[in-house]
């Protein structure tokens, strides 16, 4: 039996750190927190051992999905380039959304609570995904040419750029690079990006993407635009391919795509 408190008090402990932790949390999460962990260890104490004992372990999964980002990064850390396609439904369920490409492969978008993911797959396998994290979430690119700081910085922050393409309209306004650079540079080039899926485009950056975009139509030089846009935003997702740009200018996430999978 103590063995058995202890367990639920050290799950009750860390509840409680991981909310005093993130100062983002409000007092009615605390509490509520709090008030499951004391009603466990009371039903512990007075019966009904084995399904209290299931019901601490869902309390506690269901808090550190709720009130952290470990299930978020535990899902994104499984997923990467030349695995197989069936892996992105052991992870994340049905897709949200399919499209395909002209070239036939297929695009699959998958939502979390902290990110949309949108991945290419061609027999079997995938070989480029994509990953639009949402406000507050902070996902692990230390294995992209842009590191740690990559969602923090500007494009211009990155060097070795191989390709680059833009796009303003309507419909959707982006910017996506390759680098050749990362971790695993050796097997799939890191991607970043901007895309308006979050919110439109503030008038300063407008003016960098239609620029950009009108001057490589007429085939202008764009090489003071490219640096001039590089120094000025900021990627907003990341991701990693071994079939460079094409394919992915698809699966860039817009925002009527991105208002769709959240209603």
């Given at each position: 039996?103590?063995?058995?408190?202890?367990?639920?008090?050290?799950?009750?402990?860390?509840?409680?750190?991981?909310?005093?932790?993130?100062?983002?949390?409000?007092?009615?999460?605390?509490?509520?927190?709090?008030?499951?962990?004391?009603?466990?260890?009371?039903?512990?104490?007075?019966?009904?051992?084995?399904?209290?004992?299931?019901?601490?372990?869902?309390?506690?999964?269901?808090?550190?999905?709720?009130?952290?980002?470990?299930?978020?990064?535990?899902?994104?850390?499984?997923i990467y380039v030349r695995a197989?396609?069936?892996?992105?439904?052991?992870?994340?369920?049905?897709?949200?959304?399919?499209?395909?490409?002209?070239?036939?492969?297929?695009?699959?978008?998958?939502?979390?609570?902290?990110?949309?993911?949108?991945?290419?797959t061609r027999d079997g396998a995938?070989?480029?995904?994509?990953?639009?994290?949402?406000?507050?979430?902070?996902?692990?690119?230390?294995?992209?040419?842009?590191?740690?700081?990559?969602?923090?910085?500007?494009?211009?922050?990155?060097?070795?750029?191989?390709?680059?393409?833009?796009?303003?309209?309507?419909?959707?306004?982006?910017?996506?690079?390759?680098?050749?650079?990362?971790?695993?540079?050796?097997?799939?080039?890191?991607?970043?990006?901007?895309?308006?899926?979050?919110?439109?485009?503030?008038?300063?950056?407008?003016?960098?993407?239609?620029?950009?975009?009108?001057?490589?139509?007429?085939?202008?030089?764009?090489?003071?635009?490219?640096?001039?846009?590089?120094?000025?935003?900021?990627?907003?997702?990341?991701?990693?391919?071994?079939?460079?740009?094409?394919?992915?200018?698809?699966?860039?996430?817009?925002?009527?795509?991105?208002?769709?999978?959240?209603?």
């Amino acid at each position: 039996m103590m063995v058995i408190f202890n367990d639920v008090k050290n799950k009750k402990e860390v509840i409680d750190k991981l909310i005093n932790d993130d100062n983002s949390q409000n007092n009615i999460k605390h509490k509520w927190a709090k008030i499951i962990a004391f009603f466990s260890i009371v039903a512990i104490a007075f019966g009904g051992l084995n399904d209290t004992i299931d019901a601490v372990d869902k309390i506690y999964n269901i808090t550190l999905s709720q009130f952290t980002d470990i299930p978020s990064h535990n899902k994104l850390s499984k997923i990467y380039v030349r695995a197989s396609e069936e892996l992105l439904d052991d992870t994340f369920g049905a897709p949200s959304y399919i499209k395909k490409t002209t070239s036939g492969d297929f695009i699959k978008y998958y939502k979390d609570k902290r990110f949309i993911l949108s991945s290419v797959t061609r027999d079997g396998a995938i070989v480029a995904f994509l990953v639009f994290p949402k406000n507050n979430f902070i996902p692990n690119t230390s294995e992209h040419a842009g590191g740690d700081n990559l969602l923090f910085t500007p494009f211009s922050s990155k060097e070795s750029v191989t390709d680059i393409r833009v796009n303003a309209s309507r419909s959707v306004s982006y910017y996506i690079e390759e680098n050749p650079v990362g971790e695993f540079s050796n097997l799939y080039s890191s991607i970043a990006g901007y895309s308006e899926f979050l919110m439109p485009l503030d008038q300063e950056k407008q003016k960098l993407f239609y620029r950009l975009s009108e001057a490589l139509v007429i085939g202008d030089n764009v090489s003071e635009l490219v640096v001039n846009l590089r120094n000025k935003v900021i990627p907003n997702f990341y991701g990693y391919s071994i079939e460079g740009l094409n394919d992915l200018e698809s699966a860039i996430l817009t925002l009527t795509e991105y208002r769709l999978m959240m209603k």
